[in-house]
């Protein structure tokens, strides 16, 4: 049983050689051989890793270097004395985290998606006898009977197929049922053109079959993909990589901004404990506090708008990683097409018919080559439509507002065309009963039904299939109502209206006919593959989405670049590439050039080309892997269970929830419900927005900080009394700017939000312009507060003195929350009244000023005392001088930059 822990080229062997090398007969296992072989491979099931437990998610919530500053400062408040400070800045803590556990609660669970897919049973040959078993003890050699609707339990080498069809699209990508066929196939055929294969978790959608399994459990390609799962990580988005990066600067800066203020004090004669306490608020005031929080709420906020626009996101953090998205890996089938066939032309009777309308839906009409509706049929065409209901064994029907199809899609694009055309399928099925059938194979690439004739009582074969083989079948064509030998020259006519339809990447099917003896009842190959009258050809095509071209256009806008994969053909992949603007006069690359390509060169072509087919799972995780290591942030889409390492491993998962399986959605970082390929787009600009309202709410906090520090330092640098207790600070820090920051963080969205390319993810969150901003304010900020606690204290008490400089700092936070809507634009450009919710929060902060002020409250927890309304004239004229700067400063066009970028 050693061979059965090898790789073995099971496709490349005849049935003989894979029975022998399995050393098992056709008639299946005896109960004992397969107990002993179960003993030695083990239940034919995925493994699974154990699931993050709730504390170790928790955990990780907390691991934030601006966690640990506040938890730090949360001590040290606590040890001098400031329960109530201590208490607050605890209470930022644990809201943060239980927002971020919540949120990522449920967002590891895609192998356990992969055992369910799983069949949980199976109907295998034991003792030569069918036999139901649990899907857990088949075991190599097993002898599976496969039937249409059954689910494959295992990886399996089929002996013997009668019109097998197998759905493969979730594993392959294949967006057609393929024919299956036991004879061997070439040892280097890829997985998707195996077809004496069988495959774990696809579906049999036709005919039947016999297979052997060969392969169970985490051997079936089903197995290895979950073990990509497993070994495939998660990394740190964007914008937990910048948070990480600022948490280091903050605090670095923090403790050394701290020492610097107690050595200050020190020498300026203040007491050590004094200079201890004001140190904490100092260290306290470079610790935007506000800032976890404002971060897990903007995020969430933007979630629920992104769900209104029929995206999921399953990360709460992964919503900023669309901002930077720079590459869109995104199959073909059902994400880009509607993965539904449409006929688009049909040839009868020397003449080319346009159809319109798409998918399954019966609505549309035919068209002559003049662009006028067909009203009366010619006798071809009514034989073709009819030949395409009769020889079929598909349905389609309404369901939920979509049509679908039951059976080969390609089958279903025939009824649809033949109801566009007028014809009642329900009653030519009744009144051509079907007397036989010569099932469809990959070998004799056509279907053949025998009928009786409803215009007399005789009988006529129908026959579809590819148009080279149908034409070498037919010796006339009908034209005129009549048929007419069928010469070279007009085999040659019809020959190139096929390669003209297929040039266009119609998928080209013939449809013939031959009257047969009145009492023959039965239908073998002999009857059809000669003497047959052509009727016509029909083009069908997987059309684009509506909304695809668009969304194309406006991703490319958008400086990012759309790539298709698919396991599709690679004609057909270029085609739809071509119709919705992925590539003008680029060709497919496949699964063999990515194979003998290096990543440097893959990554190249792949943003030269954009077109990918008949891949693999490995495939695509070369091609991302292959685009991230050049610096890219990928979005990989999908809805397969092959697309399920790929998802995970990209910076972010696109799943599709409609055609997704489950495993896909899992895996996935986000979920479209709509599977439309524009919510991505739709998905990309919320997220620009999203990173740029955290933007506003940095900047906006780290002024703020960084000016009371200033101020701070200022004070005791020119010997001046302390400004601010430390209590005002915290007061400032966490009721001020909170009123603000959660409000900056809802901004609506500025113009041009697509028109710019995408930032670059190792950028830090705050760059060159945005510092500028800070470094020509915050001295404002700092002159301001104390040019008026200066002036206060020469004509009053401490008390009084602290109080204005207390409300100055406060005010000036109020105009800054406006400034903080744009770097470049003007209040007024964007609108005053654009953001209703700064406007109420800004409102809200006014109010509790004047209630810290003005209340007993306020008086006892933070020692202020009442103001004049003259003092308050003084504190909003001179706070108002950072807005007027800053729109002066705007007009200059001071901090460089472009209204293009918001």
């Not at 990508?173 to 053109?193: C, F, H, I, N």
């Amino acid at each position: 049983m050693s061979s059965l822990e090898r790789e073995f080229p099971w496709h490349a062997k005849d049935v003989e050689g894979v029975l022998g090398q399995l050393a098992v007969r056709a008639d299946g296992l005896t109960d004992d051989e397969a107990k002993r072989r179960l003993e030695q491979t083990g239940p034919n099931s995925l493994e699974v890793e154990e699931g993050i437990s709730p504390w170790l998610l928790l955990v990780r919530q907390v691991h934030n270097p601006l966690i640990y500053l506040l938890a730090g400062a949360a001590v040290l408040s606590l040890l001098v004395g400031h329960q109530v400070d201590a208490a607050v800045i605890a209470g930022v803590i644990v809201l943060n985290s239980l927002l971020g556990f919540f949120q990522e609660w449920r967002a590891e669970g895609a192998l356990e998606a992969l055992r369910n897919m799983a069949a949980p049973r199976a109907r295998v040959l034991r003792n030569g006898k069918p036999t139901d078993i649990d899907a857990g003890r088949v075991v190599p050699g097993d002898v599976l009977l496969l039937e249409t609707g059954d689910r494959l339990t295992a990886d399996a080498r089929l002996l013997t197929a009668d019109n097998l069809q197998v759905d493969e699209s979730a594993l392959t990508g294949e967006s057609q049922p393929v024919a299956k066929q036991p004879g061997r196939v070439d040892e280097g055929t890829l997985m998707a053109d195996r077809q004496n294969m069988v495959w774990m978790s696809t579906n049999v959608t036709g005919g039947r079959g016999r297979a052997v399994v060969v392969e169970t459990g985490m051997r079936t390609v089903m197995g290895k993909i979950a073990g990509e799962v497993r070994a495939t990580e998660r990394e740190s988005t964007p914008l937990q990589k910048r948070m990480h990066k600022l948490g280091i600067v903050l605090g670095s800066g923090g403790v050394v901004l701290a020492v610097v203020v107690f050595v200050l004090g020190l020498l300026r004669g203040h007491g050590w404990i004094e200079m201890l306490m004001y140190s904490v608020a100092v260290a306290v005031s470079a610790i935007p506090e506000g800032l976890p929080a404002v971060i897990s709420v903007t995020l969430a906020l933007g979630v629920r708008r992104m769900a209104g626009r029929n995206a999921i996101v399953r990360r709460l953090s992964a919503v900023e990683t669309l901002g930077s998205t720079t590459v869109i890996c995104s199959d073909k089938t059902g994400t880009i097409t509607e993965n539904q066939m449409t006929v688009r032309r049909l040839w009868a009777d020397g003449q080319t018919f346009e159809v319109s309308g798409d998918g399954y839906r019966p609505e549309g009409e035919l068209r002559n080559a003049g662009g006028e509706p067909v009203t009366e049929r010619p006798d071809a065409l009514e034989r073709l439509l009819r030949i395409g209901v009769q020889s079929s064994n598909a349905a389609i029907r309404e369901e939920d507002g979509r049509w679908k199809v039951e059976g080969n899609p390609s089958e279903g694009a025939l009824l649809a065309v033949a109801v566009k055309a007028g014809l009642d399928i329900g009653w030519l099925r009744k009144a051509a009963e079907r007397l036989a059938e010569v099932p469809f194979s990959s070998d004799a690439k056509y279907m053949a039904t025998l009928h009786a004739d409803p215009k007399g009582d005789g009988r006529v074969a129908y026959v579809k299939g590819a148009p080279e083989k149908i034409l070498r079948f037919c010796t006339h064509v009908l034209k005129d109502g009549r048929p007419a030998e069928l010469d070279d020259d007009l085999r040659g006519e019809i020959r190139e209206i096929g390669r003209q339809f297929a040039s266009e990447t119609l998928r080209v099917m013939a449809g013939a006919y031959r009257e047969m003896p009145r009492n023959q009842d039965r239908l073998g190959p002999n009857d059809v593959e000669s003497g047959l009258t052509l009727a016509g050809l029909w083009g069908m095509f997987d059309p684009p989405r509506e909304e695809s071209t668009q969304a194309v256009r406006d991703a490319m806008g958008a400086g990012i670049h759309p790539v298709m994969i698919t396991g599709d053909h690679a004609d057909t992949a270029l085609a739809i590439a071509r119709q919705v603007g992925i590539t003008e006069d680029g060709s497919a690359l496949t699964g063999a050039d990515i194979e003998a390509m290096d990543k440097p060169a893959l990554a190249e072509a792949a943003l030269a080309g954009g077109v990918f087919a008949r891949v693999t799972p490995a495939h695509k995780l070369k091609l991302m892997e292959a685009l991230k290591e050049q610096g890219h942030v990928v979005a990989m889409t999908g809805d397969g269970v092959n697309d399920a390492p790929a998802l995970k491993g990209a910076d972010i998962g696109i799943a599709m929830g409609r055609a997704g399986t489950e495993v896909a959605k899992e895996a996935a970082d986000m979920v479209l419900t709509d599977d439309n390929f524009a919510t991505i787009v739709h998905a990309v600009e919320e997220g620009r927005v999203i990173y740029s309202n955290l933007r506003r709410v940095v900047y906006f906090l780290l002024t703020t900080n960084l000016g009371e520090i200033l101020t701070l330092a200022g004070a005791l640098a020119i010997g001046s009394d302390l400004p601010l207790t430390a209590v005002m600070v915290l007061w400032i820090n966490l009721v001020t700017d909170g009123a603000c920051t959660v409000p900056l963080g809802v901004e609506p969205r500025h113009a041009d939000v697509l028109k710019h390319p995408p930032r670059d993810p190792n950028a830090f969150i705050v760059d060159r312009p945005l510092a500028l901003r800070m470094a020509l304010l915050m001295p404002i900020m700092a002159v301001g507060t104390l040019g008026l606690f200066w002036y206060a204290r020469r004509n009053g008490e401490p008390a009084h003195a602290q109080t204005i400089a207390f409300t100055t700092m406060a005010a000036f936070q109020w105009f800054q929350a406006f400034n903080a809507r744009s770097q470049y634009q003007s209040v007024f450009s964007i609108g005053v009244f654009s953001n209703r919710w700064l406007l109420l929060g800004v409102g809200g902060a006014v109010l509790l000023q004047v209630a810290a002020v003005h209340t007993s409250i306020g008086h006892a927890l933070l020692g202020t005392t009442g103001l004049s309304w003259t003092d308050w004239l003084l504190i909003i004229l001179v706070s108002s001088l950072i807005w007027v700067a800053d729109e002066v400063l705007k007009r200059l066009g001071a901090y460089g930059g472009s209204r293009a970028r918001e």
